[in-house]
């Protein structure tokens, strides 16, 4: 990732904290583990290791496959209603659009950030800074990044509930982890 190490330490910091804060109370409650909070710890595992280490095509990709399925099987799992058409419910299609930006950090933005490789060719062209994000990836990245800053607002409200404290820490968590994520998709621009 091309960030500013700083960066990288901060938003590690965020997203090893919102997966912890959304995994732990639940397993410590000795409740079982829903898929959808599994699904948030894999992301946010996820994310820090994109932020530190280059990936091959391949785990990319597979990445991209993983959790474009959980997303799908997310959303549809979380359906409301009867009869053939079942809608899904706002935290299917949470879960669905936070897996659609994780796979367009995946495949798409890398391709546009890549360095290209040094030229030992001296010329005019030689000087030139690379071309900037295209248009299109451009507007995907700040539409994702826009989604999960607002996506963070209701978490934002259920965590801190009526009073001062803190009152759903996984909620807190998601917001995070919201946040963190539209965080990401601008710096990796």
């Known amino acids: 990732m091309v960030a500013p190490l700083a960066a990288q330490w901060l938003l590690t910091g965020v997203f090893a904290g919102a997966g912890l804060v959304v995994a732990l109370p639940r397993r410590l409650a000795g409740a079982p583990w829903p898929a959808d909070w599994a699904f948030c710890g894999a992301m946010c595992a996820a994310l820090i290791a994109m932020m530190w280490w280059s990936e091959p095509a391949v785990a990319a990709w597979l990445q991209a496959a993983v959790f474009g399925s959980a997303g799908m099987w997310l959303a549809l799992s979380h359906r409301r209603g009867s009869g053939p058409i079942r809608l899904p419910r706002p935290a299917g299609l949470h879960h669905a659009l936070m897996a659609g930006a994780m796979i367009w950090m995946l495949t798409a933005i890398p391709g546009t950030t890549a360095m290209p490789a040094p030229s030992h060719d001296h010329g005019a062209m030689a000087a030139m800074p690379p071309a900037g994000v295209p248009g299109p990836v451009l507007a995907v990245s700040i539409l994702a990044a826009g989604y999960c800053a607002a996506a963070s607002i ?36």
């Open 154 to 189: 209701p978490w934002l409200g259920r965590a801190i509930g009526s009073g001062r404290r803190l009152a759903d820490p996984a909620a807190a968590g998601q917001a995070a982890m919201s946040v963190g994520m539209a965080a990401l998709l601008l710096a990796m621009l």
